[in-house]
């Protein structure tokens, strides 16, 4: 279990760095939401995510699984942080903006996503949190 847990983030953050490649910092982040928001919505949405699975079911009784998870949710916070800290640079993002609060907000909300989805919310609830993403980024 625990090999094919760090498989998975492994391939996940695969996809993170390739979708961050040459597209504007905002425009990266905002693909990935999508692409969440997509797979949430999409035929298979009820198996949900394996980390959140994992997060959910495993890491209360687990200190290893309960270990990786939460290491890769501070990257997963970090990655988004780094592309909003780019923005931020690039004069997109307001200098005001807490990148750190922001990246943990945006966090709760693709986990929120990932929940509901296998829990079996509406598109339109999934959609609803799509759009508040957007509402931290603008």
Known sequence: LVEALHLYIKQRF???LALSSGRPPLGALRRHLDEVARESTGPDR????FLVNCATELAPRDRE????VATTLRAHTQFYQSLLDQAKEQGA?????DTQATASALLGLVLGMRVCARGGASAETLRALRHQADALIA
């Open 14 to 16: 695969d996809s993170f």
């Open 46 to 49: 009820v198996m949900g995510c």
């Open 65 to 68: 699984i309960r270990e990786i």
């Open 93 to 97: 993002l307001p200098n005001t903006m």
